[in-house]
């Protein structure tokens, strides 16, 4: 069984930047890409960026693209999403998969 705690939200004002972290125990294996969905209030969750552990592969949705980041760091079994330019649209609470598990989330807010 996997793991996953997040760290790294907050509150930050329109243009500002965050990063949040994702940290992977238990069964990791690295045949598993990890990503970051979002859920704002009243919506679905949706896919932000994933990263696959073996190639490196990047995955970004559109609406994050070219402001966001997705990173990784396989001796912590820990996966990074840099966000810059942060839009009042990017509140959401932000939460980790990897191998059919989810994080708890964490809360971004981004005030105009």
């Known amino acids: 069984q996997v793991q996953l705690v997040e760290s790294g939200g907050g509150l930050v004002q329109a243009g500002g930047s965050l990063r949040l972290s994702c940290a992977a125990s238990?069964?990791?294996?690295?045949?598993?890409?990890m990503g970051w969905f979002r859920q704002a209030p009243g919506k679905e969750r949706e896919f932000v960026a994933a990263?696959?552990?073996?190639?490196?592969?990047?995955y970004y949705a559109d609406s994050v693209k070219g402001r966001f980041t997705i990173s990784r760091d396989n001796a912590k079994n820990t996966v990074y999403l840099r966000m810059n330019s942060l839009k009042p649209e990017d509140t959401a609470v932000y939460y980790c998969k990897y191998a059919g598990a989810w994080g708890q989330g964490t809360q971004v807010t981004v005030s105009s």
């Open positions: 238990g069964r990791t294996s690295t045949g598993y890409a």
């Open positions: 990263i696959s552990w073996n190639s490196g592969r990047l």
